[in-house]
């Protein structure tokens, strides 16, 4: 029975449920799958060996045997469209959720943040009064249209420009939302976006700031302070910020915004409201919902945050994620899980830091950038190949060059 699974998709938008056994030997008088008299479960047995699946919603044929299609006999693979139980179908809008994990509501004035793998504080408690959502990314673009075309408002729809054309940028950076405005850190002010937490430098401690691996770092962030001839950013954009007492890197400094960048997959949050914890994937799940909302592109070049210790050589070694969503709320189980899981189904494969390059500077690229440290896009990958082997073999391959995954929400 070694290599059967059962692999079960929600299917919302027709209320059924995708349901696929993949069997270890061609099907034959043996191989019988049969729904669990509650709707709730499914068991394949096949050559004497059982395997079960918790479905991810309650189907109407419950305590039946499914009928195998005379086209699959002798197949090793087996599929099947059940309905959903119309009491389950009426449910399905309200089951819908889009928001992150971890917004500002979910955290208490004063609350401690931890580092997730050794516990140790980074924010002490009462060090943060307040939490406050971050902007999404286009917020200056919103804020100039709302401002240009307010209602009952005159205004000339010709912006001026200067002696080179370019439109005046002034009058929008007076107002704190022209282009070259960013969000700085404040003192005791917690800033939260999808991925990360932003924090002022002052109300952390047992943090170490390196431009390069936790061996050269040091705990007075001044020691890495860059040149006067890269005060501009060019070369030296932040530092790499890394728990004092077990060395994972936690996050970034970053110079413009004088802020430590936290990743929410690699701390914890002291008290919350919110009982999960998000994982890299699901940060990434929520940027990837969030920009198809934005800018309705279902691509995405997921590459890697350049360090101040990227060479040339390195840049161009470490792979891309060219990712495709064909779904990016489905709920699934397999037989090798006790649960339902909520994803995005998508499509993606690796590219080089050349390709990607080529396909963002092109006037008809229709992929949006998303940037995640290397080791981050490293675990994405891990995690999409592990999803990719629990989907039916026939469907884990599109077109010979892109794989078929699940990123978890």
Known sequence: MAGSSLYAE?????????????????????????????????????????????????????????????????????????????????????????????????????????????????????????????????????????????????????????????????SLEARGYGASSIISAQESVGFVDLTNLLVHETNCENITFSRSDFKHSSPNREDHEPEASDASGSKHRSLNAFCSSCHTQLGFFVFR???????????SVKPNRSSASPDVAQCLSATIISTIARSASSKSLIVPIEETTTTVETKLA?????????????????????????????????????????????VTCEAQELNLPAQAIETIVQQLDRSNLLLPTTERIFKGEWKVGLLTR
């Open 257 to 267: 915004t004088a802020a430590v960048t936290l990743f929410k997959w690699q701390i």
């Open 10 to 170: 929600l299917l919302a938008n027709i209320r059924q449920i995708s349901l696929a056994a993949s069997l270890s030997s061609p099907s034959d008088a043996s191989t019988k799958v049969s729904v669990g008299a509650d709707g709730c479960t499914i068991e394949l047995n096949h050559h004497g060996g059982i395997r079960k699946l918790i479905l991810p919603a309650k189907v109407a044929l419950g305590g039946t045997l499914l009928p195998v299609d005379p086209r699959q006999q002798g197949s090793v693979t087996l599929s099947w469209r059940l309905p959903l139980n119309p009491s389950v179908a009426s449910q399905l809008q309200a089951q819908r959720n889009d928001e992150a994990i971890w917004s500002a509501t979910d955290f208490e004035a004063g609350s401690t943040v931890t580092c997730r793998q050794c516990d140790a504080a980074v924010v002490n408690a009462g060090e943060i009064r307040v939490w406050k959502d971050l902007p999404s990314e286009n917020w200056a673009e919103m804020m100039e249209f709302w401002h240009c075309h307010k209602p009952d408002h005159k205004h000339d729809h010709d912006h001026k420009e200067d002696q080179s054309g370019k439109a005046d940028n002034r």
């Open 318 to 362: 470490q792979p891309v994620i060219y990712a495709w969503v064909l779904n990016n709320n489905i709920i699934y189980s397999s037989s090798s899980s006790r649960t339902s899981t909520k994803a995005i189904k998508l499509l993606y494969k690796l590219v080089s830091q050349e390709d990607a390059d080529k396909m963002l500077e092109a």
